[in-house]
């Protein structure tokens, strides 16, 4: 995740779209780790392409034992069928016993939540 994440800057940086995050430091098991670390590349990878966003921001946050990770933008996508990349999200977060939700309200927000 953490080299997602810095994947994620220089791309996000590269297209002029000011990006911001916010992790909490904790080891997360492997395949945890794993699975976020794909929602966050297929995330930046879709707002690259379709979002016309210039504003990202991501947060991860552990209250108790569940993990929160939020990805928004502020592009102007719109509710449309769900491509491979959402559908593998889904997947993974399924995978591990969580909840993914996908808001086009005000930019395209990601909300994954994971029983750690």
Do not use: W
Request: proline share 3%; hydrophobic share 40%; aromatic share 4%.
């Amino acid at each position: 995740l953490a080299s997602e994440l810095a994947n994620a800057k220089t791309l996000l940086n590269s297209v002029d779209v000011a990006f911001h995050y916010t992790v909490q430091e904790r080891t997360l098991p492997a395949h945890v780790d794993s699975a976020l670390a794909f929602i966050v590349r297929e995330a930046v990878t879709n707002l690259v392409k379709h979002a016309n966003a210039n504003r990202c921001q991501i947060t991860l946050e552990v209250e108790g034992n569940q993990l929160t990770l939020a990805i928004k933008d502020n592009g102007n996508s719109k509710q449309a069928p769900e491509g491979n990349g959402l559908k593998g999200m889904r997947e993974r977060v399924s995978q591990l016993s969580g909840d993914i939700c996908f808001d086009c309200k005000n930019g395209f927000n990601i909300t994954v939540k994971v029983p750690l």
